[in-house]
Nanobody, 122 residues
Framework: VQLQASGGGLVQAAASLRLSCPAS????????MGWFRQAPGKEREFVAS????????YYRDSVKGRFSISRDNAKNMVYLQMNSLKPEDTAVYYC????????????????WGQGTLVTVSS
């Protein structure tokens, strides 16, 4: 399984970005997926996850109402739409495959992609 997050960049506060993560492998449809982020000097933290069918999602409190996770199983893609970005959202964002139905802990994710940097200026 290979994952590669993309779509990051430098934006001003209140802007939007859409992160994408293509996944290789024919079993993509069987697994939940998630996004994590890691700010400089901080631990990696959960952002959002989505069930294998896309009918359920889960978010960390600080991004609820601003971020939206989605997936397209026909294209083996998972997305993270980020609106109303804040400087505190600055981090490297990673997509990962979940071994849980709707994971949120690091230990529930077994494959990780390379991250994409999101920088939000004030």
């Amino acid at each position: 399984v290979q994952l590669q997050a993309s779509g990051g960049g430098l934006v001003q506060a209140a802007a939007s970005l859409r992160l994408s993560c293509p996944a290789s492998g024919r079993t993509f449809n069987y697994y939940g997926m998630g996004w994590f982020r890691q700010a400089p000097g901080k631990e990696r933290e959960f952002v959002a996850s989505i069930s294998w069918s896309g009918d359920r999602s889960y978010y960390r409190d600080s991004v609820k109402g601003r971020f939206s996770i989605s997936r397209d199983n026909a294209k083996n893609m998972v997305y993270l739409q980020m609106n109303s970005l804040k400087p505190e959202d600055t981090a490297v964002y990673y997509c990962a495959r979940s071994i849980a139905a709707l994971g949120s802990r690091l230990s529930q994710f077994d494959y990780w992609g390379q991250g994409t940097l999101v920088t939000v200026s004030s």
